[in-house]
């Protein structure tokens, strides 16, 4: 489960865990979603979408998520 008690990761401006999880799918669906390898890792992705509007503790506006080659969520946070 994906969660925002992390203390010096990004953080979501929620603790509600639907309210993350809706977060996330309403990125991977975006048609703003950006996706790219991740780093040298041939097994891996970052989708990366903006969501114009505030989604972390820090300002954070835009949502990166990793998936695995078969799109297993691996994690997702808030991004500059």
């Known amino acids: 489960?994906?969660?925002?008690?992390?203390?010096?990761?990004?953080?979501?401006?929620?603790?509600d865990p639907l309210i993350v999880k809706d977060r996330v799918i309403e990125a991977l669906r975006s048609p703003n979603a950006t996706f790219l390898p991740n780093g040298s890792s041939s097994n891996s992705y970052q989708i990366i979408t903006?969501?114009?509007?505030?989604?972390?503790?820090?300002?954070?506006?835009?949502v990166k998520v990793v998936v695995d080659k078969n799109g297993n969520i691996w994690t997702a946070y808030p991004v500059k």
């Open 1 to 15: 489960m994906m969660n925002s008690t992390a203390k010096k990761y990004a953080k979501f401006d929620t603790n």
């Open 50 to 62: 903006d969501m114009n509007r505030v989604i972390g503790t820090k300002g954070q506006t835009s």
